[in-house]
């Protein structure tokens, strides 16, 4: 019985072992197994067999993030985001707000341009119409003066039409709210509306700076001198025996 059971406990050892060595040499095949048949049941694996269920289309990375940063800011930083994105909002309307503005404004100033241009254009057209009419009474009476003869008579009436004439001009530039002005003899002379033209040396002081006489009209639009008048002036010298 003795020497029964020891036999059977060898073949039960052996038993054993030979599982336990099989499972070994099952290990080492397996661990032995070249590095490029893995690689190749891998790929096979992967391509040959069918993908069960929807393919996950890819995400927005940059989302996620953000999302993730969010998560994991602090309330003082969460708040001063939000604030800038309302900043950002805030500033992006402002812009669109006054580029609207700016076009408004150019718009306005195209029309002001435009209206401006315009009335010079009318003002000037009425000054040429108001010229033309003086060159053709001119062309007349130099016809007329043509036909006839040269006399007396005929010279007194020349100087009454050139009168005539430089009084209709200025007539022309009143339309036009431009005033000619002319001072009398004896008036003061004052710098601001006059230029002196001539001096005339005189011994009486009571005359000295004072008009001897008006050579050309003075002009005025709006109330501002545009050409002073022409005067001839008295200056008051010393005779040598006083």
């Known amino acids: 019985m003795s020497e029964q059971g020891h036999e059977t406990r060898e073949q039960d050892h052996e038993t054993e072992d030979g599982l336990f060595h099989g499972n070994v040499g099952e290990q080492q095949y397996k661990a032995e197994e070249p ?6 049941k891998s790929t096979d694996e992967l391509t040959d067999e ?23 800011e ?18 992006q ?11 408004i404004i150019d718009k306005l100033d195209a029309e002001v341009q435009e209206y401006r241009q315009n009335l010079i254009r009318k003002i000037v057209v009425n000054v040429f119409n108001d010229v ?3 060159i053709d009474d001119a062309e007349k009476m130099i016809r007329y003066y043509e036909e006839n003869q ?4 005929n010279y007194f009436r020349l100087l009454k039409v050139f009168r005539e004439i430089a009084d209709n001009l200025c007539l ?20 601001s509306r006059q230029r002196v033209m001539k001096t005339v040396p005189t011994d009486n002081p ?28 008295y200056i008051y010298q010393k005779t040598g025996g006083r």
């Open 50 to 72: 069918p993908v069960d269920g929807p393919i996950d289309k890819p995400t927005d990375e940059s989302s996620e993030v953000k999302e993730v940063i969010k998560q994991g």
């Open 93 to 103: 309307t402002k812009l669109k707000y006054d580029q609207a503005k700016q076009a």
């Open 172 to 191: 022309m530039m009143e339309k036009h709210d431009t005033l000619s002005f002319q001072c009398n003899e004896g008036d003061p002379f004052d710098p």
């Open 132 to 134: 033309i009419a003086e």
């Open 206 to 233: 009571e005359l000295d700076k004072t008009v001897r006489a008006k050579l050309r009209r003075g002009f005025e639009y709006e109330g501002k001198v545009i050409r002073p008048e022409m005067v001839e002036v």
């Open 35 to 40: 590095a490029d048949k893995l690689t190749d």
């Open 74 to 91: 602090s309330p003082i930083l969460l708040e001063l985001r939000e604030m800038m994105e309302r900043l950002l909002g805030d500033f």
């Open 150 to 153: 040269p006399s007396e008579e």
